[in-house]
């Protein structure tokens, strides 16, 4: 699985970005999908976690009622809804993907990521 995020950019604090996750190979639809981000100078956070037929959503406490993970198999396309930006929340994301997950919070675990889109929320 290749994966590829992109929608990044410049926001004023509470306004909305929507990423996505583009992904190509097969079995896209078998893996759980996590976004992660990393701020300069800082560890590589969990931000959400979707299972593969998108039953159950895991979100960091940073951002449950602000951001909305979801997935869309037929098309092979995962997405990072964020509302009521802050400027904490900047910070390059990066979506990943692995098919067996004992800890969605643990990058670790996931063996596919993209290369990251930059989100900065400006005050």
């Known amino acids: 699985v290749q994966l590829q995020a992109s929608g990044g950019g410049l926001v004023q604090a509470g306004g909305s970005l929507r990423l996505s996750c583009t992904a190509s190979g097969r079995f896209f639809s078998k893996h759980v999908v996590g976004w992660f981000r990393q701020a300069p100078g800082k560890e590589r956070d969990f931000v959400a976690a979707i299972t593969w037929n998108g039953n159950n959503q895991y979100y960091a406490d940073s951002v449950k009622g602000r951001f909305t993970i979801s997935r869309d198999n037929d098309n092979n396309m995962a997405y990072l809804q964020m509302n009521k930006l802050k400027p904490e929340d900047t910070a390059v994301y990066y979506c990943?993907?692995?098919?067996?997950?004992?800890?969605?919070?643990?990058?670790?675990?996931?063996?596919?990521w993209g290369q990251g889109t930059q989100v900065t929320v400006s005050s």
């Open positions: 990943a993907a692995d098919p067996i997950i004992l800890n969605y919070s643990n990058y670790v675990e996931y063996d596919y």
